[in-house]
């Protein structure tokens, strides 16, 4: 970088003062590119960070930030989740052939299970806290349920395509059922914080 500066510096010097503010925009050209340069590191990682939340939404990741309460972010992970699995049980029925389907109906089953285990994580994480999660754990156990019954159907129906998402399907059922239970206990011995009156 250095040699190339000294040999702009006497092309600068040797060109014709036409030339000069060319010369100088050049220059100060490859000064913006450095701080650009340096900052790719910090970009890149950002874009590591977030990388686990990749079945999220620009939007979605908007909403989950500015819930206000657990509960709520309880109940936009669930709905997330319901989401995804509703556009899996779509994509299964297609029978189009297409291109790229297993990777498709496998990202869906991912994407659903990422969001359950997110809900699950953020209610052990806030329980532990002592936050009141009522509302979340009660969303976690009813459509937990739900979704069990419908994963459950889907593995029960096969069909020729069962193989190339069985793994991931059964991972899905596994960790909804594992919410579900970590929920119920929950629930059973939860005692949700005391708000003292003001005197």
């Not at 990422?114 to 009660?138: F, H, M, P, Q, S």
């Amino acid at each position: 970088m250095k040699l190339l500066l000294m040999l702009g510096a006497v092309a600068g010097a040797s060109a014709l003062p036409a030339a000069m503010p060319a010369a100088r925009a050049s220059a100060a050209a490859a000064a913006t590119s450095i701080p650009a340069a340096l900052a790719a590191p910090a970009a890149a990682g950002a874009a590591a960070a977030q990388e686990k939340k990749d079945y999220l939404t620009d939007s979605e990741a908007d909403h989950i930030r500015d819930a206000e309460t657990p509960n709520e972010r309880v109940t936009l992970y669930i709905s997330f989740a319901s989401d995804r699995l509703k556009k899996f049980q779509y994509e299964a029925s297609r029978t189009i052939p297409e291109r790229k389907r297993e990777e498709t109906l496998n990202g869906l089953l991912n994407a659903y299970s990422g969001c359950v285990d997110d809900a699950a994580d953020l209610l052990n994480l806030e329980i532990d806290k002592g936050a009141d999660l009522r509302g979340g754990l009660k969303e976690m156990v009813t459509h937990g349920k739900e979704f069990l019954a419908a994963l459950d159907k889907i593995k029960v129906a096969g069909g020729p395509e069962l193989e190339i998402y069985k793994d991931t399907l059964d991972d899905a059922i596994e960790g909804t059922q594992d919410a579900v239970t970590e929920a119920e206990a929950a629930q059973k011995s939860y005692t949700p914080p005391v708000r003292r009156k003001p005197s």
